[in-house]
């Protein structure tokens, strides 16, 4: 038992005097940087990949919710175009929603691009001269202040335009065809007849409508494109893109 204390105590001693390794003061090898880039670029192209199926999952909620809005509008002639109305809106929140992780899938993208364009491209091209010569401090940077490289509208206005804009469309014609079909009251003209639901005014519903199309029809037109993150982002290190709230990083 002394025997060991003696020994323990030498060697926790010895540990004492011999410094850390300084991993951060050593220079990397040409091989270590290759393998830690591989390995970066699988992480970033997972985070890619699963941001990518989190906004495939909300389109699916948007097309099953208006599938199950028109069969039930044309199903029930009494509750027709307020239930259109309700589905217009829920796709809008849906496009909200979807907005948000596009902008994350952005980010993630940007990076991927980014290490396929100044690693992968000139390494393939056996080349090694990257088209942008800090690219790695911009990606490092980033890494260290994550930010968003599109707003939120230009995130809206891509959704939009890939997926929404076609429900949207088919909803707008599923109710106006259905003020159509529903029979006016008597005591009424025939366009407010077709656009009145109950006691409420005919302008109600379509104003309601009119707000909704006539933001999305601004967002289209008004709104700047969203462009690949090598051309916009990574070339303009002054507009580096909002900040990631810290409860989302």
Not at 60 to 89: C, D, K, R
């Amino acid at each position: 038992m002394e025997n060991y204390d003696r020994n323990h105590s030498i060697h926790r001693d010895a540990s004492r005097t011999v410094p850390p390794p300084d991993f951060e003061g050593v220079p990397l090898s040409r091989s270590e940087y290759v393998a830690a880039m591989v390995h970066f670029y699988r992480g970033e192209l997972q985070r890619t990949l699963e941001w990518r199926k989190r906004m495939d999952t909300t389109t699916h909620w948007a097309l099953i919710a208006t599938v199950g809005i028109l069969t039930f509008s044309f199903s029930n002639p009494t509750y027709g175009q307020e239930t259109i109305i309700t589905g217009m809106y829920a796709n809008f929140m849906f496009l909200l929603h979807e907005s948000r992780r596009f902008r994350f899938f952005d980010m993630w993208r940007s990076r991927l691009r980014m290490i396929e364009e100044c690693f992968y491209g000139p390494l393939l091209r056996r080349d090694l001269k990257s088209p942008i010569d800090d690219w790695g401090r911009q990606v490092a940077e980033d890494l260290f202040h994550p930010k968003f490289k599109i707003t939120r509208f230009q995130a809206m206005r891509a959704r939009l335009r890939r997926n929404y804009g076609y429900i949207f469309a088919f909803l707008l014609l599923a109710w106006i065809s259905r003020a159509v079909v529903l029979p006016a009251p008597p005591d009424q003209p025939l366009m407010p007849g077709l656009f009145s639901i109950g006691t409420i005014p005919w302008w109600i519903p379509v104003s309601l409508v009119a707000a909704l199309y006539l933001f999305l029809i601004l967002l289209l037109l008004l709104t700047p494109k969203v462009q690949s993150a090598e051309q916009t982002y990574w070339r303009d290190p002054e507009n580096q893109g909002q900040e990631v709230p810290d409860l989302d990083v």
